[in-house]
């Protein structure tokens, strides 16, 4: 019986993962380079911090996740304030930043620009306790559904509960750079 089993095993096929475990995969700077090419809009999480002032951070990781139920899935770096606060208060906002706000994605991804300064001058409003961008191209706040930590980031899954839309063009990213969409405009026919 013994030498049925081990038969058994060695006549099937090798598991792809098991074979991909084993190996050293490739080195960070690769997989930067592979991720440049993702282009996506540039977005700024915003929440409200323990001490009861916003705080917020430039994400481009973000993307819809479902539309029944509504959420959305933002990958936050790990050990940020705004990760944090994210988890202490349960909800935050996602502002869809516009072409013409490039300078604000940069303010807010610049870790050595403190929060009172990244909230300068910025038009804002409380939606269900966190901050959203009365300038955004689109907003929405989210209930935490879900956090779990990947890597050197943590995916957040929010269940969107309010959300409002404005006509213009995004803020893209990518190949590391700020980009906007060129061509026809919104809701153009081809």
């Not at 030498?3 to 700077?29: C, F, I, S, V, Y």
């Not at 610049?110 to 955004?136: K, N, Q, T, Y």
């Not at 935490?144 to 509960?161: L, N, P, T």
């Amino acid at each position: 019986m013994a030498d049925l089993a081990l038969n058994l095993a060695l006549a099937r096929p090798p598991d792809p993962g098991e074979q991909l475990r084993d190996e050293p995969g490739p080195d960070t700077e690769h997989c930067l380079r592979l991720y440049a090419k993702l282009a996506s809009g540039v977005t700024v999480v915003t929440t409200q911090g323990g001490d009861g002032r916003p705080t917020g951070m430039t994400v481009s990781a973000l993307t819809s996740l479902s539309a029944r139920p509504p959420l959305l899935l933002a990958c936050l770096r790990n050990g940020s304030h705004t990760l944090s606060a994210i988890g202490g208060q349960g909800v935050f906002a996602v502002n869809l930043l516009r072409d013409n706000q490039r300078s604000r994605a940069a303010q807010f991804a610049d870790p050595a620009v403190s929060p009172s300064e990244r909230f300068r001058e910025i038009p804002l409003r409380r939606v269900l306790g966190a901050p959203v961008f009365g300038d955004a191209l689109g907003w929405s706040v989210c209930l935490v559904e879900d956090i779990r930590r990947y890597g050197d980031h943590s995916a957040v899954v929010g269940r969107v509960a309010v959300v409002q839309v404005a006509s213009g063009r995004p803020l893209l990213w990518h190949d590391r750079r700020f980009g906007s969409l060129s061509g026809a405009g919104e809701g153009a026919r081809r």
